[in-house]
T-cell receptor, first 113, second 112 residues
């Protein structure tokens, strides 16, 4: 069965600090990879996704993620965080032949102004 | 484009009572999902519909949970009877022709 592991449950950063959130998955086949974000009081929304091609994908609001197949990883990065990035971030995976999304437990990011 | 609508947004019930949640997906989206998100965890798929047919309900506790999507549009998820451990946010998502799911605001259920 597929599983997704997010390394940190809580991260606290100061504004302008760099961010990297870890995500590892267990699945031997071809996968599609996603990062979703949930801002306080709002619903889950897609931040970025990887299906194929360039393993470095860029999403909204300056976020990017790198797919490293050999490490089964899809880490999320942002060079300089803002207070408005305070949110919960979820990594998710689905097998390339299906739609079922398997989510990690989430990482709560708090950015101090 | 209107998003996924869910109601109610909040519900408090006592254990052994029943409860129902409603979801209206984005217009034209054939695939609809119900997820359960327990505090501190990521969403977990309960059931997936393709139009009005069930594609995957392997993680739906069928002794107490049921879901339907009779006309291939709106869907309801029911819990009867509720247990304390059913306290969670219930998320509905829909998907059209692309491999991207759009989520509703969720219904926060508290079982006392």
């Amino acid at each position: 069965a597929q599983s997704v592991s997010q390394h940190n449950h809580h991260v606290i950063l100061s504004e302008a600090a760099s961010l990297e959130l870890g995500c590892n998955y267990s699945y031997g086949g071809t996968v599609n990879l996603f990062w979703y974000v949930q801002y306080p009081g709002q619903h889950l929304q897609l931040l970025l996704k990887y299906f194929s091609g360039d393993p470095l994908v860029k999403g909204i609001k300056g976020f990017e993620a790198e797919f490293i197949k050999s490490k089964f990883s899809f880490n999320l990065r942002k060079p300089s965080v803002q207070w408005s990035d305070t949110a919960e971030y979820f990594c998710a995976v689905n097998a390339n032949n299906g739609n079922k999304l398997v989510f990690g437990a989430g990482t709560i990011l708090r950015v101090k102004s | 484009e209107a998003g996924v609508a869910q109601s109610p947004r909040y519900k408090i019930i006592e254990k052994r009572q029943s409860v129902a949640f409603w979801c209206n997906p984005i217009s034209g989206h054939a695939t609809l999902y119900w997820y359960q998100q327990i505090l501190g965890q990521g969403p977990k798929l309960l059931i997936q519909f393709q139009n009005n047919g069930v594609v995957d309900d392997s993680q739906l506790p069928k002794d107490r949970f049921s879901a339907e999507r009779l006309k291939g549009v709106d869907s309801t998820l029911k819990i009867q009877p509720a247990k304390l451990e059913d306290s969670a946010v219930y998320l509905c998502a829909s998907q059209g022709g692309t491999n991207e799911q759009f989520f509703g605001p969720g219904t926060r259920l508290t079982v006392l």
